[in-house]
């Protein structure tokens, strides 16, 4: 049943941290605005426990500003009784820097600057067809609750990770590493409650070959115990020999090599980047629904192997499971501009740069245990990455843009995208005001109004 119609000058779908990123601008640079979203809150995997990376390159220095840093300077002056309701940029020797915050109240903080921008807002809606005429997409049809809505608008922007609307369209797409297809694993991620982590860190310190870690990883000097113990914020990403151990004795319920705990802002708490699913295509709700059951089973396994053998975790419980699985690549879709492996490794910075990428290279093994972590210079991230090759009025937000499977392994990360998405906004609204394609749009343009409103676009 068909509802409404709608008319605006940019619909944006999707708002994770690509999505919120090209809202926000759009709207903040003149553009009537719609946001859709599947879920009933904003944010995507801004909401499932991971912390906030890209901010700092791998010597330190501050590469990334803009919307990302306006969030958490909003989330930093929220006082509750915890303390701020984010960190500090915290250097780390492996991810380079690592912020977190609170992913509830970063609800709150989304709703608040997308309604202050004047986006207009529709949640509980998925993508159901797409309007293409003479390769220009004219409208988009969402389904919610059994009703159609159908909605025009001159620019279209797809922050949906895997790139849904994008694939309705027909354009075209590439998935998963270069020649293999292989995807990187999805995980399920988790909180649990009434761990003692000093107790966990110390036991790191005595056994400092539990931070051994595999070559294929490029990791500086003092990831150890001090490093957990200096930062209010970090990751720790080992427990090799401990899961090894483990995996000999017929006792570790999951096929992977270490275990992932992100500290957390509220006393006691641990979030774990732990469950492993190989072979997780989230553009397929069959394999999405497979990932998920075996998401929850494998928790279940974990907890107790936790509990039974990771000192630090013996009274711990489960305070939360996230509600979707965490997809690390799917859809990446071609634009007149692709963003290269040669490129982040060679830290490739020049007058196409909307933005900087700062983390490493960071690709799960999609065929089993095992991680490829390579520190890369900070490298430029080009506008033409979020334009549509193909289809008239198609931009792209987030890690569905145009990128080689490399470079998205880097530019994956959730500051990266929202930056990707600040990117897409301005270039959208430019395109609505001066009745243009947002091919056609002057990249230098983009550039001053992103460097005005704090984005770091050279260094
Ligand atoms: C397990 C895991 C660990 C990670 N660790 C980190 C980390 O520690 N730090 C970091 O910075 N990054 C990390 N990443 C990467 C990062 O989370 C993602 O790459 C990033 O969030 C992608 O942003 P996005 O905006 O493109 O998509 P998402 O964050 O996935 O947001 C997409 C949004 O679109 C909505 N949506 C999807 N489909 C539809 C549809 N059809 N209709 C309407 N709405 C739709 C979703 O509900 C969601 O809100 C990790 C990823 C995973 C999976």
Do not use: W
């Not at 998920?292 to 928790?299: H, N, P, R, S």
């Amino acid at each position: 049943m068909n509802t409404a119609y709608k008319e605006f000058d940019v619909v944006v779908v999707g708002a994770g941290p690509g999505g919120l990123g090209a809202a926000v601008q759009a709207a903040r640079n003149g553009a009537k605005v719609l946001l859709v979203e599947k879920n009933g809150y904003l944010g995507g995997n801004m909401t499932i426990g991971l912390p906030f990376f890209g901010f700092l390159d791998r010597d330190a220095n501050v590469v990334m500003a803009g919307l990302p840093e306006e969030f958490m300077a909003e989330m930093r002056n929220y006082e509750t009784a915890y303390g701020h309701a984010a960190s500090e940029h915290c250097y780390c020797p492996m991810h380079n820097s690592v912020t977190v915050f609170d992913y509830e109240l970063f609800k709150i903080v989304a709703l608040r600057k997308v309604l202050d921008a004047g986006v207009e807002l529709l949640l509980h809606c998925d993508v159901e067809s797409v309007n293409v005429e003479n390769k220009t997409l004219k409208s988009i049809t969402l389904m919610g609750k059994g009703y159609r809505i159908t909605v025009t608008a001159k620019v279209f922007i797809d922050g949906t990770g895997d790139g849904d609307m994008a694939y309705l369209t027909g354009a075209s797409f590439e998935k998963g590493q270069k020649d293999s297809g292989v995807l990187q694993p999805s995980t399920l991620m988790f909180n649990m409650g009434n761990v003692d982590l000093e107790k966990t860190i110390k036991f790191v310190e005595e056994h400092p070959e539990q931070m051994d870690q595999s070559k294929t990883m490029e990791i500086y000097s003092g990831y150890d115990a001090s490093h957990f113990r200096k930062y209010p914020a970090f990751v720790l990403f080992g427990m090799k020999k401990l899961v090894s151990d483990l995996r000999a004795e017929g006792k570790m319920p999951i096929d992977r090599e270490n275990l992932i705990f992100i500290s957390s802002l509220l006393p006691g708490e641990v979030h774990l980047n732990c469950t492993r699913h190989l072979g997780t295509d989230g553009s397929d709700v069959f394999s999405l629904t497979h990932a998920e059951v075996e998401g929850y089973l494998q928790i279940e396994k974990l907890v107790k192997t936790l509990q039974e053998y990771v000192p630090g975790f013996e009274k711990s419980y489960i305070t939360q499971i996230y509600p979707s699985m965490g997809i690390r690549e799917s859809r990446r879709f071609s634009g007149i501009r692709t963003l290269t492996e040669n490129e982040v490794v060679n830290g490739v910075i020049n007058e196409e740069t909307i933005g900087i990428g700062g983390y490493p290279v960071d690709i799960h093994n999609g065929n089993g245990a095992g991680t490829i972590f390579t520190k890369t210079p900070p490298y430029g991230i080009p506008y033409g990455i979020t334009v549509s090759d193909e289809i008239e009025g198609l931009m792209f937000a987030g890690r569905c843009a145009s990128m080689d499977a490399v470079a998205m392994s880097s530019a994956r990360v959730m500051g990266t995208c929202m930056t990707i998405g600040e990117a897409a906004g301005v270039g959208a609204a430019l395109a609505v005001k001066k009745g243009i394609s947002p091919k056609d749009v002057d990249v230098q343009e983009v550039r001053d109004i992103l460097r005005n409103s704090g984005v770091i676009v050279e260094l």
